[in-house]
């Protein structure tokens, strides 16, 4: 999955970002599991990234919660 970036996330629809949000957890726990399973993953930086694009998502959730 690609990397989300602020604007792009901004420009989704809300049932679009909570969509991506699943996705990416989903994601997120496959990529922990693998680890966990073999100790060793192709990208260790994935793992990292997904955290901080799983953050990203729900801080523009709360953002744009709190504007309406």
């Known amino acids: 999955m690609a990397i989300l970036r602020s604007r792009e996330i901004w420009e989704m629809e809300n049932e679009e970002i ?17 680890s966990s399973a ?10 990292r990234e997904l ?11 709360n953002e744009k919660e709190k504007e309406n």
Not at 18 to 29: H, M, S, T
Request: charged share 35%; glycine share 6%.
């Open 51 to 61: 955290k901080r694009t799983i953050a990203r998502v729900l801080t523009i959730m």
């Open 18 to 34: 909570q969509e991506k949000l699943l996705e990416l957890k989903d994601e997120l726990a496959k990529n922990i599991a693998k």
């Open 38 to 47: 073999s100790g060793v993953i192709e990208n260790p930086g994935k793992i």
